[in-house]
């Protein structure tokens, strides 16, 4: 079992900064995605950064390529999100999840791939 525990979300003027982290447990030693989701209300949950966890390969939506960033602590078993250049239209719920199978074809931005989701933090961005 994955236990995974968001933080660092919350409110920002647009052209700002935040970075997000996602806690997994210590008994997550599986893992071979983790990624992170945003959804707002009435749309369906989007992918926004993945990484390969056993290695260097990362996967962005093109909405935030250039702005954000995906890192991870292995040893800390830690995962980041750093967004810069924040736009309004950033704002939402994001989620952290992770896949403990190291077989993904298609698109990796693909929120039906994760199993594991952690409980969201907000991001909200305004003009």
């Known amino acids: 079992q994955v236990q995974l525990v968001e933080s660092g979300g919350g409110s920002v003027q647009a052209g700002g900064s935040l970075r997000l982290s996602c806690a997994a447990s210590?008994?997550?030693?599986?893992?071979?995605?983790m990624g992170w989701f945003r959804q707002t209300p009435g749309k369906e949950r989007e992918g926004v950064a993945v990484?390969?966890?056993?290695?260097?390969?990362?996967y962005y939506a093109d909405s935030v390529k250039g702005r954000f960033t995906i890192s991870q602590d292995n040893a800390k078993k830690t995962l980041y999100l750093q967004m810069n250049s924040l736009k309004p239209e950033d704002t939402a719920m994001y989620y952290c999840?992770?896949?403990?199978?190291?077989?993904?074809?298609?698109?990796?931005?693909?929120?039906?791939?994760?199993?594991?989701w952690g409980q969201g933090t907000q991001v909200t961005v305004s003009s």
């Open positions: 999840a992770a896949r403990t199978s190291g077989v993904m074809s298609g698109d990796r931005l693909d929120a039906g791939k994760f199993p594991y």
């Open positions: 210590a008994y997550a030693t599986s893992i071979y995605y």
């Open positions: 990484a390969y966890t056993r290695g260097s390969s990362e």
